[in-house]
């Protein structure tokens, strides 16, 4: 499945990509994003791109295969980012893009459980490195540490009867597979009391994705890395689509533009417009933030 790519006119307007630049893309995934900036920053520009996925990077290396010497792909965390620089002698950074959570290819094809409408393995995690999964989380963690994700990361108003039910069932069962955690969460949560139009296991599979790979901690960690290894006038755009994230991004870029550090040029977040909600229902909770460096 191809993964449409978010924003594309304002990541390449706050980008502002010119030619000859070099460009970080952080989470690489299917080159969507990739594929636009090496159209920009022609005829010699370089774009580095990392995904913690090994599935991810080979999309991308097939998506820019025509771009062969001008891309340079890295299965890595981004919070890596001023290591791999170093490694790979990818400066001057003129831009660096973040656009995170998942891709639609992770979701419908990876096999990895990130859908709660494909039965498979309860897995989530974009590195086979990382030993935590989500079946680890679901079958191990005590309630209160249950309850606290699922509010946390995914406002789950159910949290405390969802985790009470998963604790309950996994002394009968362990829970292997998505399947299983979706009849648990819909015997917590009876249909006559749940009125969101998304799917009862919508909250509950987000929270699972982003403790597994600590999504919040790796944005954290990541940002003043990304400032330390951008060059001066070097813009850093960030595409999030949860609202700890977005506070993350905003926070740090706050506090920075005090020290004199940068300057955000994005005063409020940039979000989708109707119409691209409407071709692409997953970008509707997406929001843009960028800064340029001083
Ligand atoms: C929304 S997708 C990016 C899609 C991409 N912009 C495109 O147009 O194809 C997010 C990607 O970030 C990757 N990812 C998540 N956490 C990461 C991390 N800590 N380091 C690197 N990549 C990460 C995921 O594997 C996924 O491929």
Not at 25 to 38: F, P
Not at 76 to 94: G, L, Q, W
Not at 243 to 272: A, W
């Amino acid at each position: 499945m191809i993964h449409k790519p978010v924003l594309t006119k304002e990541v390449l307007e706050y980008l502002d990509v010119k030619p000859d630049e070099n460009i970080v893309d952080g989470t690489v995934g299917q080159a969507g994003h990739t594929l636009l900036i090496l159209e920009k920053n022609k005829p010699s520009g370089r774009v580095l791109g990392i995904d913690k996925d090994a599935g991810q990077i080979e999309n991308a290396q097939k998506a820019t295969s025509d771009y062969k010497n001008r891309v340079v792909l890295i299965n890595d965390s981004y919070v890596n980012i001023a290591s791999i620089i170093e490694e790979e002698h990818f400066r001057p950074v003129n831009g660096i893009l973040l656009d995170l959570g998942y891709s639609s290819w992770q979701l419908e094809e990876s096999g990895k459980g990130f859908s709660f409408a494909k039965n498979e393995a309860l897995d989530m995690r974009y590195s086979l490195q990382n030993t935590l999964t989500a079946e680890v989380i679901v079958n191990e963690y005590p309630e209160e540490k249950l309850k606290n994700i699922l509010e946390e990361y995914g406002e789950e108003k159910f949290a405390k009867q969802i985790a009470r039910k998963i604790v309950e069932q996994r002394k009968i069962k362990k829970i292997h597979s998505t399947f299983e955690l979706v009849s648990i969460i819909e015997m917590a949560v009876p249909a006559k009391f749940y009125h969101e139009r998304i799917h009862r296991a919508t909250r509950t599979f987000q929270a699972l994705r982003i403790a597994v790979n600590d999504e919040l901690g790796n944005l954290a960690a990541f940002l003043p890395k990304a400032l330390s290894v951008l060059a001066p006038k070097g813009r850093l755009v960030i595409i999030s689509f949860h609202s700890l994230e977005d506070r993350i991004v905003k926070n740090y870029f706050k506090e920075k533009e005090k020290e004199g550090i940068l300057h955000i040029i994005t005063k409020k977040p940039i979000l989708p417009s109707g119409q691209e909600v409407l071709e692409n229902p997953r970008s509707r909770s997406a929001k843009l933030r960028a800064i340029v460096k001083t």
